[in-house]
């Protein structure tokens, strides 16, 4: 393999999906190293429109994959999809339960014809009594408990980021993964299937837990009852905030070490993290006066030298300038579809110190995709006579 970054190189997956748990899914393996092609209407894919929160979903989760806008409503187009799929090794999609049958596109129709073909769906719910009803990331993070833990008691609030959106487009990839893995042993592939409203009970998982362990229903996390002595934002001299959490006896010691709190490490009542979460009414106040006479910088320097957590309380956007993911390759520098420029996050993964970098821009619609059928074996007569009866647009 000449790139280690791409370890899914050579694999070819066909992409119908549209908002953000879809293209998650294939934006990961296309970061990877597989080929990916998005099949999008012929108009293209209404995310690429989106505006307000969803500005900026097509941007984020469609590098690295090539476009094919093509019209599934005619049986040449069908034709050509089906043509598709059956060269490919994975086909994604997102779209509400029964669309992908009503056009012929189902799993059971075609693992008929392609039996080591990973068909992954990703839908609201798994099998049960709703599986047949369309989700989004909020309806879930309400019904799953999720928005109850976020919020203030009297006020659920959904998470400040589409975090089941993308969590399930993961879990639809470690799915893929592991059905990519079964097939090299046996030839066959799988349906794969990975949903928003399990998504969401996997991550409050640690809540119920909790509840079955203490015998007390765990409130909001906006207002629990920290399990650390220090576990709090603090203001610096110029009223900038600064999270910082001390959790562990050891870390404590090395804190109190550097902040000159030597009558409290050395004080029975302190010794303990249980001892000191009884103390907090008193800690928490003394620590604040502390760190109030000193400069952001000063504050976050010396928990730093201590080895104690802590991070600066900042925006989204604060972190294009980040030194740590600018001189890591964190960054992706990427051209949006009016040719500005921004800096987005990559994969969070590393393969031997590298990590997986931008091969293809943002596809315009059908950019890629002549390449990407010729590369399966499709003619290019073939091409150009769908382009030229207006069924298919690629270049």
């Known amino acids: 393999m000449s790139d280690p970054t ?29 080929d990916v092609l998005k099949i999008e209407p012929l108009a293209g894919d209404n995310t690429r429109r989106l505006t307000g929160s969803g500005g900026g979903y097509f941007s984020m989760y469609n590098r690295n994959k090539a476009s094919l806008c093509l019209d599934l409503k005619s049986n040449r187009g069908l034709a050509l999809c089906q043509d598709i799929i059956a060269r490919s090794d994975i086909m994604i999609e997102n779209f509400r339960p029964g669309a992908m049958d009503k056009l012929g596109l189902g799993y059971e129709e075609l693992r008929q014809q392609h039996r080591g073909l990973i068909y992954c769906s990703l839908k609201g719910f798994l099998s049960g009594p709703y599986a047949h009803r369309t989700a989004l990331d909020e309806v879930t993070q309400m019904m799953g408990g999720l928005a109850y ?27 893929i993964l592991a059905a990519l893995e079964a097939r090299h042993r046996t030839g066959e592939g799988k349906l794969v299937t990975a949903s928003l409203f399990e998504t969401t009970a996997f991550m409050v998982g640690q809540h119920i837990a909790q509840q079955g362990v203490l015998g007390e229903e765990p409130p909001p996390m906006s207002v629990r009852r920290s399990a650390w002595s220090v576990y709090d934002i603090f203001l610096s001299a110029e009223g900038e905030r600064v999270f910082i959490g001390v959790v562990s006896d050891t870390l404590w010691l090395r804190f109190c070490e550097e902040f000159n709190l030597n009558d409290l490490a050395s004080d029975p009542a302190y010794a303990t993290n249980q001892k000191r979460v009884e103390q907090r009414d008193t800690l928490i106040p003394r620590l604040q006066s502390l760190f109030g006479t000193m400069s952001k910088t000063e504050l976050m320097d010396r928990v730093d030298r201590a080895g104690v957590p802590f991070a600066p309380i900042n925006k989204p956007i604060d972190l294009v300038d980040d030194p740590h ?28 110190a590298n990590k997986a970098g931008l091969r293809k821009e943002l596809p315009k619609p059908g950019e890629g995709g002549r ?9 290019s007569a073939t091409i150009d006579e769908l382009i030229s009866d207006d069924l298919l647009l690629a270049s």
């Open 6 to 34: 791409c370890p899914l190189a050579g694999i070819k997956i066909v992409e119908f999906t549209h908002m953000v748990m879809g293209p998650t899914a294939g934006v990961v393996l296309a970061d990877l190293g597989a």
């Open 149 to 175: 833990m976020t919020g203030l008691p009297d006020r659920p609030l959904r998470a400040g980021s589409s975090v089941i959106d993308i969590t399930g487009g993961m879990f639809g990839v470690i799915g």
């Open 325 to 352: 993911l600018q001189a890591g390759g964190g960054l992706l520098d990427i051209t949006l579809n009016d040719g500005s420029k921004i800096k987005l996050p990559a994969l969070p993964i590393e393969f031997d």
């Open 371 to 379: 390449e990407h059928l010729e590369q399966l074996g499709i003619s």
